[in-house]
């Protein structure tokens, strides 16, 4: 990862979230990504800007309405063009980084 990427992101605060209704897959998915973030030095903070969200998709669309303030990446057995931000595959996940550090 390039140095003044990673920099930029340790300035970032998120988390992970699985709500009711998450597939198999999206909590495999949804460990991994946790697991990458930690493997490179990042920790998870409880009140955390950037949330990385698995779940039904009422229930993530109620979620983002009450967290106006709160950047959610959806993680998901298939990317919609409706979502701002979402991830598929852990190949995701360095893009979605990039995007979002240099938002």
């Known amino acids: 990862m390039d140095e003044l990427l990673f920099d930029q992101l340790k300035l970032v605060s998120w988390d992970c979230i699985i709500l009711e209704g998450a597939s198999e897959q999206e909590e495999e998915l949804m460990k991994n990504v946790l697991s990458t973030l930690h493997s490179i030095g990042l ?61």
């Open 43 to 103: 920790k998870n903070k409880i009140d955390a800007k950037i949330l990385f969200i698995a779940g039904d998709v009422e229930k993530i669309n109620q979620f983002e309405n009450n967290n106006p303030y709160v950047t959610v990446i959806r993680v998901v057995e298939e990317v919609n063009d409706s979502y701002q931000y979402a991830i598929s595959t852990l190949a995701h996940l360095p893009i979605i980084i990039d995007e979002l550090v240099n938002e």
